[in-house]
Nanobody, 126 residues
Framework: QVQLVESGGGLVQAGGSLRLSCAAS????????MAWFRQAPGKEREFVAA????????YYVPSVKGRFTISRDNAKNTVYLQMNSLKPEDTAIYYC???????????????????WGQGTQVTVSS
């Protein structure tokens, strides 16, 4: 059974930083592209960042490029999202996701991800 468990969310002032972690189990982690999505109140879940299984390719939504960094440690079965220069509009529940298919390409589309964590709240105050 695949499990993704996020941690590291919290309340931070604008301009601050947080590091989210997502620990995966029940899958051959090193073969799965991973991603972070977020959902703000009243809005649809949106793509934030993705990383290929080989770590050589990363993708970001334009609004976070230059501020957020996605990375992974295949030895620890963990994917990270380092978030710097946080803004109030970054406030959302952040979800970790694993691709539905092992060895596939990293994608920005929700439908390409078959496994999801329970989410962690990030709140940025102005």
């Amino acid at each position: 059974q695949v499990q993704l468990v996020e941690s590291g969310g919290g309340l931070v002032q604008a301009g601050g930083s947080l590091r989210l972690s997502c620990a995966a189990s029940g899958l051959t982690f090193s073969r799965y592209p991973m991603a972070w999505f977020r959902q703000a109140p009243g809005k649809e879940r949106e793509f934030v960042a993705a990383i290929s299984w080989s770590t050589s390719t990363t993708y970001y939504v334009p609004s976070v490029k230059g501020r957020f960094t996605i990375s992974r440690d295949n030895a620890k079965n963990t994917v990270y999202l380092q978030m710097n220069s946080l803004k109030p509009e970054d406030t959302a529940i952040y979800y970790c996701a694993a691709a539905a298919v092992s060895g596939s390409y990293a994608s920005t589309r929700k439908t390409e991800y078959g496994y999801w964590g329970q989410g962690t709240q990030v709140t940025v105050s102005s």
